[in-house]
């Protein structure tokens, strides 16, 4: 029960149930006039808008792969070098790298929204130049310029989808990003195996024009949706997140909206007290350490490989496996379906069985798949007209993609946001995935090249790479699985060595540990300073309504 005051002596009861109507009544008036949903369906919109970006983001790295195996296109562009082609291919990711820093520079400043628009446009700008390019000049501009594009989008989108979400929803967001993002793969190898009988430009300038629908899809919702209510309590702007909540929230309770409102609030005020310095972060100690393992595992990532199957799969059957062109674009395409397929099961282990087990078996699995593609493919090669070589080596794709799908796709996007502390997650996060951009390019340039060069040797650098692996993330990667961030900090104040193989990694390692009393010094202090917030919270609530 709580007292308005109306006059100069005079004071009114009011229960909570009138406190719930008033804001109720308030709530559905403002929601309405501002955006086209609520509830559900407007959580639902910001998903399509948010997914799109990421199919988008997918579409692009299968796209090129079935572009260079076409006729037409080798023969319009002069047959371009092993070289050559690695370039067109990874100048996208080298603008996506630069997109990444842009977005870490800007992206506070200009709000998620106005980011996902003018990045947008940016893309739009570079799928243009490339559908309509003359020659490789242009070609290569229009990918840069895309890649700009992507890498700023892909830096937002995911950031405005989980703080846009409820609290419930939010675990196993990522996994959900990157099953759309696969889609688009899909997508992507469809359409240009349904092109490949063209046999005039369309054959390749179709493929490009048509994420363009993307760009139409993106610039029509984003606009019409909410901002993210975090950016805006950051700014000082706390009504227009309340109504940003009231709109989102699924619940009609108002106290259940308020409660979110003042939980998140707190949150954001705990976060802006406690953010690291570069110079912190970076001169060693505890928080370097935290900072390189997440960098570790997103460079990891492309170097077990994934990038030269994704971009170059028709590529890798026509020119290793020794298949036709419609016979590696049609298992290209399956097995992007598959691959789609076993990213969407990962939600079912993804969380039961933890980050370690799941990065050294399927890092151990992705070893002997590379093993016997490289061997395949070197019979293969000494045996022109024996089929049974690259129906092997086909076998073992399949087997790392599934592999992949089910560790490795997920878990080192996961792991930079888990692993770094309160206080330097966004530049943590922010340099992993720019990490995983250098080093996607650096991958993807050298394929073509090791293909022509190398031939099966490449694929037998990728399994030496995976094999690798699995004793790195044995010794170093430390289990963040089932663990809140303050259970994460004090981890790492029980286990200050490098080295974790006899660390106890169980989510109640509390339970089994004997310290002194300062050893939780920096995990307490988090805590504590939350129970400040909470507290001062508590007496902001009581001073409005005396």
């Given at each position: 029960?709580s007292?308005?005051?109306?006059?100069?002596t005079?004071e009114?009861?009011?229960?909570?149930?009138q406190?719930?109507?008033?804001?109720?009544?308030?709530?559905?008036?403002?929601?309405?006039?501002?955006?086209?949903?609520?509830g559900?369906k407007l959580?639902?919109a910001i998903?399509i808008a948010a997914g799109?970006?990421m199919?988008?983001?997918g579409?692009?790295?299968g796209?090129?792969g079935?572009?260079?195996?076409?006729?037409?296109?080798?023969?319009?562009?002069?047959?371009?070098?092993?070289?050559?082609?690695?370039?067109?291919?990874s100048i996208?990711?080298?603008?996506c790298?630069?997109?990444?820093l842009?977005?870490?520079v800007?992206?506070?400043?200009?709000g998620?929204?106005r980011m996902?628009?003018?990045?947008?446009?940016i893309m739009?700008?570079g799928i243009i130049?490339?559908?309509?390019?003359t020659?490789m000049?242009?070609?290569?501009w229009?990918?840069?310029i895309a890649?700009?594009?992507n890498?700023?989008n892909?830096?937002?989108?995911?950031?405005?989808?989980v703080?846009?979400?409820?609290?419930?929803?939010k675990?196993k967001?990522?996994?959900?990003?990157?099953?759309?993002n696969?889609?688009?793969?899909?997508?992507s190898n469809v359409i240009?195996?349904?092109?490949s009988?063209i046999?005039?430009?369309?054959?390749w300038?179709?493929p490009l024009?048509?994420?363009?629908l993307?760009?139409?899809?993106?610039?029509?919702?984003?606009?019409?949706?909410?901002?993210s209510p975090r950016?805006?309590l950051?700014?000082?702007?706390?009504a227009?997140?309340?109504?940003?909540?009231?709109?989102?929230?699924?619940?009609?309770n108002?106290?259940?909206i308020?409660a979110?409102?003042?939980e998140i609030?707190a949150?954001?005020?705990l976060?802006?007290?406690?953010?690291a310095?570069?110079v912190?972060?970076l001169?060693?100690?505890?928080?370097?350490r935290r900072?390189?393992l997440?960098?570790?595992?997103?460079v990891?990532?492309?170097?077990?490989?994934i990038?030269t199957l994704?971009?170059?799969l028709?590529?890798?059957?026509?020119?290793s496996?020794?298949?036709?062109?419609?016979?590696?674009r049609?298992l290209?395409t399956g097995?992007?379906?598959s691959?789609m397929?076993?990213?969407?099961a990962?939600?079912?282990?993804?969380?039961?069985l933890?980050r370690?087990?799941?990065?050294m078996?399927t890092?151990?699995?992705?070893?002997?798949?590379?093993l016997?593609?490289a061997?395949?493919?070197?019979i293969?090669?000494n045996?022109v007209?024996?089929l049974l070589?690259?129906?092997?080596?086909?076998?073992?794709?399949?087997?790392y993609?599934?592999?992949f799908?089910f560790?490795?796709?997920?878990?080192?996007?996961?792991?930079?946001?888990?692993?770094?502390?309160?206080?330097?997650r966004?530049?943590?996060?922010a340099l992993?995935t720019?990490?995983?951009?250098?080093?996607?390019?650096?991958?993807?340039?050298?394929?073509?090249?090791?293909?022509?060069y190398?031939?099966w040797g490449?694929?037998?650098i990728f399994?030496?790479?995976n094999?690798?692996f699995?004793?790195i993330v044995?010794?170093?990667v430390?289990?963040?699985?089932?663990?809140?961030?303050?259970?994460i900090?004090?981890?790492?104040v029980?286990n200050?060595?490098w080295?974790?193989?006899?660390a106890?990694?169980?989510?109640?390692?509390e339970n089994?540990?004997?310290?002194?009393?300062?050893?939780?010094?920096?995990?307490?202090?988090?805590?504590g300073?939350?129970k400040a917030?909470?507290?001062?919270?508590?007496e902001?609530a009581k001073?409005s309504?005396?």
């Open positions: 029960m007292y308005q005051r109306v006059g100069a005079e009114v009861e009011i229960s909570p149930g406190h719930e109507s008033k804001y109720n009544e308030e709530r559905s008036g403002s929601s309405r006039s501002k955006y086209p949903f609520k559900p959580q639902t998903s799109t970006v199919c988008l983001f579409y692009e790295q796209v090129f079935g572009i260079l195996v076409g006729q037409d296109f080798m023969e319009y562009f002069k047959h371009p070098s092993p070289s050559l082609q690695g370039f067109v291919t996208y990711d080298l603008g790298f630069f997109g990444a842009i977005a870490l800007v992206g506070e400043w200009l998620r929204k996902l628009v003018v990045f947008t446009i739009m700008v130049v490339q559908t309509a390019a020659s000049n242009h070609l290569l229009g990918r840069l890649g700009i594009g890498g700023g892909t830096a937002t989108a995911p950031v405005w989808h703080e846009t979400s409820h609290h419930s929803a675990g967001a990522v996994v959900k990003e990157m099953t759309v696969v889609f688009g793969f899909v997508v240009t195996l349904a092109c009988g046999e005039t430009e369309a054959q300038r179709f024009g048509i994420q363009l993307f760009v139409v899809v993106i610039l029509s919702l984003v606009p019409l949706l909410p901002e950016w805006l950051a700014r000082n702007r706390d227009e997140a309340k109504e940003v909540l009231a709109c989102l929230s699924t619940s009609e108002a106290l259940e308020e979110e409102f003042v609030r949150s954001v005020r976060e802006q007290a406690v953010q310095s570069w912190q972060i001169k060693g100690g505890p928080a370097t900072l390189l997440g960098m570790l595992l997103q990891a990532q492309q170097l077990t490989g990038n994704c971009y170059f028709p590529l890798v059957l026509h020119k496996v020794g298949l036709s062109e419609l016979a590696s049609l290209a097995n992007a379906v691959y397929l076993a990213t969407a990962s939600l079912l282990v993804i969380e039961r933890g370690r087990p799941l990065l078996v890092a151990a699995a992705q070893a002997i798949a590379f016997g593609i061997i395949s493919t070197s293969g090669q045996q007209g024996n070589p690259g129906i092997i080596a086909t076998i073992f794709i399949w087997v993609f599934t592999a799908s560790g490795w796709i997920a878990v080192p996007w996961l792991y930079p946001a888990e692993i770094n502390s309160l206080s330097m966004t530049k943590g996060a992993a720019s990490c995983d951009w250098l080093f996607n390019y650096f991958v993807v340039q050298g394929t073509p090249i090791g293909i022509h190398l031939h490449l694929y037998l399994a030496i790479f094999a690798a699995v004793p044995y010794y170093l430390v289990e963040t699985a089932g663990r809140s961030l303050e259970q900090d004090r981890w790492f029980l200050p060595g080295l974790v193989h006899k106890d990694h169980s989510p109640n390692f089994r540990s004997t310290v002194d009393d300062g050893v939780f010094q920096v995990a307490e202090d988090n805590e300073m939350m917030y909470e507290i001062q919270q508590e902001e001073g309504h005396p």
